[in-house]
């Protein structure tokens, strides 16, 4: 008599392992390139604050947070071209596969 591993075996091998999806893992590429780019940003507004507290000036405001925000709306309106044109083309579809 077979025991109940050897019963399960088919003839195929199963893996040991199993794959777990995290969250991370079922996001696309936009949002971990945002996810990226907000911790970047934190990064510049944390060392722009600790230069401005450690060197009591404030020049740092100046050049540092202007351009995290601008690279930060830079990435922003990309994806949002990018998604507005993969919606139309859906919807050219959809107009094209409706009688």
Do not use: C, H
Not at 67 to 93: D, G, H
């Amino acid at each position: 008599m077979r025991s109940s591993a050897q019963k399960s075996y088919n003839g195929k091998r199963k893996s040991r392992t199993r794959r777990v999806k995290t969250k991370w893992a079922e996001r696309g590429f936009t949002d971990k390139g945002f996810v990226v780019l907000m911790i970047f940003n934190g990064i510049v507004f944390l060392f722009a604050g600790v230069m401005i507290w450690r060197t009591n000036d404030l020049s740092p405001l100046a050049y540092a947070i202007p351009a995290a925000a601008a690279e930060l709306a830079t990435y922003s309106m990309a994806m949002i071209r990018k998604n507005q044109a993969e919606n139309q083309i859906k919807l050219q579809q959809k107009e094209f596969d409706d009688p």
